[in-house]
């Protein structure tokens, strides 16, 4: 697996997946008289970072996090960004639309570099590797899930389907030709029908 498809092609899947979450937000709302701001500052307890930030966060260690390998130091998200519930998926649209215009053979490229998080007195090195596997990647997983979390724990009704989005399938030759291999969007049909029968 190149470094393209473990973080790009895992971007271009995750972060559609949470705009939809949110558009999904925004028809609940909509439906229920609901103010859609009042999920920009909400939180799963009340000692966790709400909905803003963890937006806010999403983009760093993806495109960010592409950034620093490029440039080779990163530090944390930046606090001083301030959001509606449009404007933070207008930053999220932007970011991807981003994303989806590297090259491949460019950030596969930045494989054998180094990174180095500063933050504060902190001061963390890393092989590029390193980096994405064991720090970049876990906190973009993390952040998407709490924001899915998030939404849902509002009542927004999102379920497996729209966290995971399309799963991209290669037919095998271990099957006949007579046996049908399902396809990414026909999986996620089948997750869709699931959560609304």
């Known amino acids: 697996m190149t470094l393209y498809q473990s973080t790009v092609g895992t971007y271009l899947q995750i972060i559609p997946s949470i705009l939809r979450c949110f558009e999904k937000g925004r028809r609940f709302c909509s ?3 609901i103010d859609r701001e009042d999920f920009v500052n909400a939180s799963l307890s009340d000692d966790m970072l709400p909905l803003h930030f ?3 966060a999403l983009v760093h260690f993806s495109e960010g996090a592409l950034n620093a390998a490029r440039e080779g130091i990163i530090g944390g998200p930046d606090m001083t960004l301030k959001f509606n519930y449009d404007e933070l998926e207008n930053y999220l649209e932007q970011s991807l639309e981003r994303l989806a215009k590297l090259n491949p053979d ?11 998080f500063e933050y504060n007195q902190m001061i963390l090195p890393f092989s590029t590797e390193d980096f994405f596997c064991t720090y970049a ?3 973009f997983y993390f952040r998407a899930s709490i924001v899915y ?3 849902r724990s509002k009542g927004v009704p999102i379920g497996i389907a729209d966290y995971i989005g399309r799963v991209k399938t290669t037919p095998s030759s271990r099957f006949s030709a007579e046996i049908h291999q399902h396809t990414g969007d ?3 049909e089948f997750l869709e029908q699931l959560a609304d029968p």
């Open 54 to 56: 963890h937006i806010i």
């Open 106 to 116: 460019d950030v596969n490229t930045l494989v054998e570099g180094e990174v180095v």
């Open 149 to 151: 979390a998030i939404l």
């Open 137 to 139: 990647s876990p906190h």
């Open 31 to 33: 439906e229920r008289g």
């Open 186 to 188: 026909q999986y996620l």
